[in-house]
Every structure is written in structure tokens, then in C-alpha cells.
């Protein structure tokens, strides 16, 4: 079951940062398509 998921997110593509183009280390579903440090820019 475990192993199923870990397959799952590895085929999942890489998200980029829409802003900067940085890989998003996805931790919280909410930062949406930017990385943390453009997320904190307002
Ligand atoms: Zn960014």
C-alpha cells in the first residue's frame, strides 16, 4: 500500500514556480504553483 503511494507521487511531474521557476518542494497543498519565497512576496 505504502509503496503504491510512494510510485504515485514520483510519477507525478516536478512543479515549478510560476514566478521563478524554482522547483516547489510540495509540503502544503495551498502554496499552489509558486515556491516559498515568491508565495511570501505580496
Ligand atoms: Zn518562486
Redesign the pocket.
Known amino acids: 500500500m505504502i509503496e503504491n503511494v510512494i510510485e504515485f507521487f514520483k510519477n507525478l511531474p516536478a512543479k515549478k ?6 522547483k516547489i518542494t510540495e509540503q502544503h497543498e495551498c502554496y499552489g504553483t ?6 511570501e512576496l505580496k
Open positions: 514556480c510560476t514566478e521563478c521557476g524554482e509558486k515556491c516559498d519565497k515568491c508565495s
